[in-house]
């Protein structure tokens, strides 16, 4: 299926969704969140599986900075809307269908929010998990419901407040990663033959079923919203994100 952000392939059951935006560092833009939405509506009927991939480099490295500052010299607030790419991630993690991560290379920001919304996250011994937000003045608000699900308070507070990558051997002990090896490949082949004995009518009632015991993601869904507004909202921040475009400079090496 033709996409401007992502490539797509259904197979019997399956739907492979690859992020390829190589030229902007598979970064989130308004575009990646329109199609995504697109093929997810198409995935409810029929599909049981559904597969996340990235680059080989690069997962997903989080929010476009690039269309942010153009937002932002345009005057258009558009892009402080990120009540659609969380319901993406909601989608993900309580939709009719059985979502994987496959991550290899850098998951940052934004990207953590697909590889915690996930059902399972397979990675490969080069994958590298960071949020970096806090550098620029924001702080992940959309991700952090997803992530603490998954992790835990503290667990996804020190990810937040260090800023830095931890390795996939961490996040795997931390429960983030739930397999990984060298050849992920071969790893996720592996879940592949074994999932597809699910049927579609067992993984819809499974999934409503932990929807109704665990409904910390719509509860948080206004809060985690207003927050992110709140600080794309700030000049300062926005500052910071503009003047990085420019010039590669984080905040603090301009003091």
Partial sequence: MDYHTLKVRFEEQKCFIQIYRPAENNTIN????????????????????????????????????????????????????????????????????????????????????????????????????????????????????FLIKRIGLQKAHYMTLMTKPISVEKAFTWGL?????????????????????????AIIRYKSYLNKLYQSLEQAKETAIAANLEVFSDPVNLNNIVNYVKTGQFPWEKL
């Fill in 30 to 145: 308004d575009q990646l969140v329109r199609d995504f939405q697109d093929v997810l509506e198409k995935c409810r009927k029929s599909v049981c599986i559904i597969i996340i991939e990235g680059l080989p480099e690069v997962f997903c490295f989080g929010a476009d900075f690039k269309s942010i500052q153009t937002a932002i010299a345009q005057n258009n607030q558009t892009h402080h809307d990120s009540g659609p790419l969380y319901e993406i991630w909601q989608e993900l993690a309580t939709g009719p269908f059985i979502t994987i991560a496959h991550v290899q290379g850098k998951a940052n920001a934004g990207g953590i929010g697909f590889v915690a919304a996930c059902d399972l996250v397979i990675a490969s011994q080069t994958a590298l998990f960071s949020l970096s937000e806090l550098l620029f003045g924001i702080f992940p608000a959309c991700v952090l419901p």
């Fill in 177 to 201: 990663v739930d397999a990984y090896e060298e050849r992920s490949e071969n790893l996720l082949r592996k879940h592949l033959l074994r999932l597809r004995l699910l049927s579609k009518p």
